[in-house]
Structures are given as structure tokens and as C-alpha cells.
């Protein structure tokens, strides 16, 4: 099976702009999570969808959003970015049967000028 | 919610050697301990696990050990090369709470040949 992929890989954007990253989970995942990776800061739970639904969200500002589609796929848009927007953005799928294990993607480096 | 702290932040040890990293996490109902390892430029990659029912698991080179009185998680890996080389995170979640997870800031391995 493919793994998780991502899109675009690498983005330059400029502070105010907003942004959308596409994740495409493995085939037959329904869970896709999101997560923040900065520099010391580890990894943050952004938000995670099964079926269409957003089941958790972690404590990121209302500028972070997200939604996933019948098949799966899910995009996270970031609006009015800023400087600290900086970051790799990563998303992770997990089968049902197993909920508990995540598959990464490579994720989406975003820098913010 | 969940508090997740990882040590040392990066660690030095000689090829063969054993190296050892820490995890503390606050919230008494997470029950699941996955350890992830992200080598330079890739995506992070789940390595061991640990569930709060059981105190030490083992996998060739790795273990983890789970002190859940005292709420510390600890990832061992023994006879050390140059490819462990890498950032180690740990993490912890509530088995019933979907896949909401709480990650350590990372600890950076070098293994020196």
C-alpha cells in the first residue's frame, strides 16, 4: 500500500496570506490527525477527523481549520498567517482496527516571511 | 489535559554504549505509550509501544519501561550505532480518546562511531 502523502511539500508564504496543505491518508484509513512540529516545541496535536468529522481538537487559535472528504483526504487551511506559522506541518492516518498506531506522512515545511 | 515532558533534550554517547531518555506525562488516565524515532529530513516512525497495563516491553535493542505509581516512561537502547542516530519523541494518549496525543519536545541522539 502507498503511504501517507502530502502536498505541497515545501511553501513560502507571506504573513496575512492564508494557506491550505492536503493529506491523503493510506488507502482505508478514516482517521487523519494533524500535528504542528516546530524546532523544541516536539510535536502539537492540531486536530484529527474520522469520517468527515472532526473528533478532536488540540489548543491551537480559530485560524487553524481542517475537514476531510468522503474518501479520506483531508486539508488543513491556516488563515492570516503569521511569523510563528512557521513550522512543518505533519498528518498521520490510523486504520480502524488498530486506532491506537499512526502512520506519518513527510509533511509540508511552511515558512512565513 | 495531558503534560507530556521529555530529557534529556539531546544526548552524546559512544557507538556501543547504552543511551536511555526519559518521559513524565500528568494525566493518570492515559493507558498507551508509543516511542517514535525521526531521522534527519523524514517523517517520524513508531519504533516501540508500551501499554499502562504491562511494565516493560522489549524489541531486540529497544525497551520501554512504564513506572505508571510514578508516571514516568523511559525508552532504553542498548548497544548503540551510529544509525540510532536520530530525534526521539515519546508520547501518550487515553486509549478511548480517539487519537488525540500528547508528544515530548524530543531528545537528539548522536551515537559518535
Known amino acids: 500500500k502507498a503511504g501517507v502523502t502530502q502536498t505541497p511539500r515545501y511553501l513560502i508564504k507571506t504573513r496575512g496570506q492564508q494557506v491550505t496543505l492536503s493529506c491523503s491518508p493510506i488507502s482505508g484509513h478514516r482517521s487523519v490527525s494533524w500535528y504542528q512540529q516546530t524546532p523544541g516545541q516536539g510535536l502539537q496535536f492540531l486536530f484529527e477527523y474520522f469520517s468527515e468529522t472532526q473528533r478532536n481538537k488540540g489548543n491551537f487559535p480559530g485560524r487553524f481549520s481542517g475537514r476531510q472528504f468522503s474518501n479520506s483526504r483531508s486539508e488543513m487551511n491556516v488563515s492570516t498567517l503569521e511569523l510563528g506559522d512557521s513550522a512543518l506541518y505533519l498528518c498521520?492516518?490510523?486504520?480502524?482496527?488498530?486506532?491506537?498506531?499512526?502512520?506519518f506522512g513527510p509533511g509540508t515545511r511552511l515558512l512565513v516571511l | 489535559g495531558e503534560n507530556v515532558e521529555q530529557h534529556p533534550s539531546t544526548l552524546s554517547v559512544q557507538e556501543g554504549d547504552s543511551a536511555v531518555i526519559k518521559c513524565t506525562y500528568s494525566?493518570?488516565?492515559?493507558?498507551?505509550f508509543p516511542w517514535y524515532k525521526q531521522e534527519l529530513g523524514k517523517r517520524p516512525q513508531l519504533i516501540i509501544d508500551i501499554r499502562s497495563n504491562v511494565g516493560e516491553k522489549k524489541d531486540q535493542r529497544i525497551a520501554v519501561t512504564l513506572n505508571k505509581t510514578a508516571k514516568h516512561f523511559s525508552l532504553h537502547i542498548t548497544e548503540t550505532q551510529p544509525e540510532d542516530s536520530a530525534v526521539y519523541f515519546c508520547a501518550a494518549k487515553v486509549v478511548i480518546d480517539f487519537n488525540k496525543f500528547y508528544f515530548g519536545s524530543g531528545t537528539k541522539l548522536n551515537v559518535k562511531p
Open positions: 494525566d493518570s488516565a492515559s493507558n498507551y
Open positions: 498521520a492516518s490510523s486504520p480502524s482496527q488498530d486506532p491506537k498506531t499512526q502512520y
